[in-house]
């Protein structure tokens, strides 16, 4: 196990609902980055936070928004969903500037959208 | 679009016998490059990395090759086991620390 959490582990939610993912980062790490992972796709990055900043983004709308606590916990936040919203949210903790293979996974939050 | 992907979605192999995955990529700028294995119901789990300013990696059990030519990398399993049977991407790194994730390929193990 890498010591990443997620809660919960699966949530169903209807069109036009928000919804609220957390992350609890591994100890010592200060970067948590985001990806969305659709069914028989590879993730794509939503979001990086450091030090409770946004620290990068991919290709992803407003509506989903993100916050890092001091902590170094995180929330990824997604207004008005949408049905392609659906999908397994991954958070991975690392230290700052470190290279991919640091970047330790959490199981997942399965998001469906109705 | 993507910039990473894989020729193959489904790969099965018998056990014992040696497993290749490959992979495309299409941004030159990437000096990084990772193996990730994801199990069902987990997260992607770091198998193997490889910058540019190399052609050959081995862990253990495993082999990554990068041909930067024509911009190719493989993942080399050897004597595969039930429980490398899992989802198998290749990721890259153009900037930063931010993974480009492909589709994936599932190794599926026969007995």
């Known amino acids: 196990e890498t010591g990443v959490t997620q809660s919960p582990t699966h949530l169903i939610k209807t069109r036009g609902q928000q919804v609220t993912l957390r992350c609890s980062s591994q100890?010592?790490?200060?970067?948590v980055s985001w990806y969305q992972q659709a069914l028989g796709q590879g993730p794509q990055f939503i979001f990086q936070?450091?030090?409770?900043?946004?620290?990068g983004r991919g290709n992803f709308p407003p509506r989903f928004s993100g916050l890092q606590f001091p902590n170094y916990s995180s929330e990824l936040n997604v207004n008005a969903l949408e049905l392609d919203d659906s999908a397994l949210y991954l958070c991975?903790?690392?230290?700052?500037?470190?290279?991919?293979?640091?970047?330790?996974f959490g199981p997942g939050t399965r998001l469906l959208v109705l | 679009g993507e910039s990473v992907g894989l020729h193959l979605p489904t790969l099965s192999v018998q056990e014992g016998d040696n497993s290749i995955i490959n992979c495309a990529y299409s941004n030159s700028a990437s000096d990084y490059f990772i193996w990730y294995k994801q199990e069902s119901g987990k997260g992607p789990q770091f198998i193997i990395d490889?910058?540019?300013?190399?052609d050959k990696r081995q862990g253990q059990r495993v082999t990554v090759l990068l041909n930067k030519t024509v911009k190719h990398l493989s993942l080399q399993i050897a004597a595969t086991q039930p429980g490398d049977s899992a989802v198998y991407f290749c990721?890259?790194?153009?900037?930063?620390?931010?993974?480009?994730f492909g589709k994936g390929t599932r190794l599926h193990i026969l007995p």
């Open positions: 936070y450091y030090r409770e900043e946004e620290n």
């Open positions: 490889i910058r540019s300013n190399m």
């Open positions: 100890s010592g790490h200060n970067t």
């Open positions: 991975a903790s690392s230290t700052s500037g470190g290279p991919g293979k640091t970047q330790y």
């Open positions: 990721a890259e790194l153009p900037w930063g620390d931010k993974i480009i």
